[in-house]
């Protein structure tokens, strides 16, 4: 099927299980459920199609145009998105555990939990252990995504909202995080050198344990909003008095 024209057509619960679908075009389509694992979609035209639920299971997808597509509860694990773009994509609730999205534009795309019915937020999108190195995540929905051991060095996060996110063990090695929100995010156990934090929200972010002296533009006013412990190594232009076991005041060295 390299090279179809399937433009708007009805593939829901199709199975296209190892299918070539190289260069497909199927823009605006309805691939609602569909089972696509290990199938070759290389360089295909998938902008604004409906993905949700569908299994994509190790798939290739290197260099796809995913634009506005819904992936909302796909299961992209282990799939390969080098270079593609997920452009103001959804995939809330979507598992992409040990994906590689190294080099993907996700500009604006939504990959937070929902509310359920019960009034439950669930959580965000499953990127853990995965490969985002030099991804673009620009103004991104990130509150509460698993970012778990994710390799996510010079990644763009500026403007992102990464509220409640959990990036325990993750690469953040030239990371930015400029204008971003990260009220509530952990960051325990994380490779933080020459992560830029300008003008970042840090409110209650976690960094008990983190070394911090090599990150880039963190504010004393933000860290004293953040939760440290005696073991949080702090940058050499911030000094922190201890009032008590677990609080503190953060001030700039003069």
């Known amino acids: 099927m390299s090279g179809a024209d399937l433009k708007n057509a009805n593939l829901m619960s199709a199975n296209l299980v190892s299918a070539n679908l190289t260069r497909t075009d199927f823009s605006g389509a309805n691939l ?3 089972k696509v694992m290990r199938a070759d979609l290389r360089n ?6 409906n993905f949700q639920k569908a299994n994509l299971t190790k798939a290739n997808l290197e260099g796809a145009n995913l634009n506005s597509a819904d992936l909302m509860g796909a299961n992209l694990s282990q799939a390969v998105l080098i270079g593609s773009d997920l452009i103001r994509a959804s995939l809330v609730e979507a598992n992409l ?3 590689d999205l190294s080099g993907a534009d996700l500009t604006e795309a939504k990959l937070s939990g929902r509310y359920q019915r019960e009034g439950y937020f669930s959580r965000g999108a499953n990127l853990g252990k995965g490969k985002l190195a030099g991804a673009k995540m620009v103004r991104a929905d990130l509150v509460a995504a698993e970012l778990n051991e994710t390799d996510c060095r010079d990644v763009d996060f500026s403007g992102a909202n990464l509220s409640e996110a959990s990036l325990k063990q993750a690469c953040l090695v030239s990371t930015c995080f400029v204008n971003s929100k990260l009220g509530d995010a952990d960051f325990r156990g994380a490779d933080l050198t ?3 934090f300008s003008g970042a929200e840090l409110i209650e972010a976690k960094f008990q344990g983190v070394d911090l002296r090599k990150v880039k533009n963190i504010s ?4 004293e909003l953040s939760i440290i412990d005696s073991k949080t190594q702090i940058p050499d232009y911030i ?3 201890w009032t008590s076991e677990d609080t503190y005041e953060c001030r700039q060295k003069v």
Not at 220 to 223: I, N, T, V, Y
């Open 239 to 241: 000094e922190v008095i």
């Open 44 to 49: 295909a035209n998938l902008s604004g199609a």
């Open 220 to 223: 004393f006013q933000e860290l």
């Open 97 to 99: 555990l040990e994906a």
């Open 32 to 34: 609602f459920s569909t």
């Open 194 to 196: 020459d992560a830029d």
